[in-house]
């Protein structure tokens, strides 16, 4: 970042010493240093992620924005890029993939079918969006979204962190539940997400009584 960049409007730095001093807050360097290094868990789901891989070889060169340390760690990543079709069967995975990622920790949907489910939304096999469980930072539409249209939903991402807060932020809230765990949902005939218990239990009781 330029020291411009860096420093807060309206400090009139004096002009001798513009290179080397730097008035600005803790949120702008923390913001800084999490947007510019954001490191992606390698993982893919269908077509989208080729894409994805696209995105980081040289012609698009995703390394340019600070995203190019790929990690095969959730424990090491700090981003979790969908892309493709999320199943039933693999949602239990990724939901997994998730909580064992540290925080702060950023959920990217790309394509259609992450986004929405895409054309398999009416899939029996398929989740019509990865929102319904993990909280989405941004979504990139497509179907597949090109590594043109991927980088501009990272570029936002990155727009985005930079108007975090350090007491805003849902990972520091201290004495609350840690609100970006998501409970593994249950794979049997059908998804059960252990969130929607009472839901479920009303819905049986009322076709109990009819
Ligand atoms: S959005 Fe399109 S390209 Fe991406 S995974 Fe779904 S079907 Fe494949």
Do not use: H
């Not at 199943?87 to 990724?94: D, R, S, Y």
């Not at 609350?176 to 819905?203: C, F, H, S, W």
């Amino acid at each position: 970042m330029e020291n411009e960049q860096l420093s807060l409007p309206n400090y009139n730095i004096p002009e001798d010493i513009r290179d080397v001093v730097a008035v600005t807050t803790l949120d702008r360097l923390y913001n800084w240093g999490r947007r510019s290094s954001l490191w992606p868990l390698t993982f893919g789901l269908a077509c989208c992620a080729i894409e994805m891989i696209a995105a980081q070889m040289a012609r698009y060169d995703m390394a340019r924005f600070g995203m190019e340390v790929m990690r095969p760690s959730p424990r090491q990543a700090d981003m979790i890029l969908v892309s493709g079709t999320v199943t039933k069967k693999m949602l239990p995975a990724i939901i997994r993939l998730y909580n064992q990622m540290p925080e702060p920790k950023y959920v990217v949907a790309m394509g259609a079918c992450a986004s929405g489910g895409g054309p398999f939304k009416e899939g029996y096999n398929v989740v019509a969006g990865i929102d319904k469980f993990l909280p989405v930072d941004v979504y990139i539409p497509g179907c597949p979204p090109t590594p043109q249209a991927l980088i501009a939903g990272l570029i936002k991402l990155q727009e985005k962190i930079d108007k975090d807060s350090l007491k805003k932020v849902r990972w520091y809230q201290k004495g609350k539940e840690d609100p970006n765990y998501v409970p593994m949902p249950i794979l049997g005939p059908d998804l059960i997400d252990v969130r929607r218990n009472e839901e479920y239990k009303q819905a049986a009781a009322v076709k109990e009584g009819a």
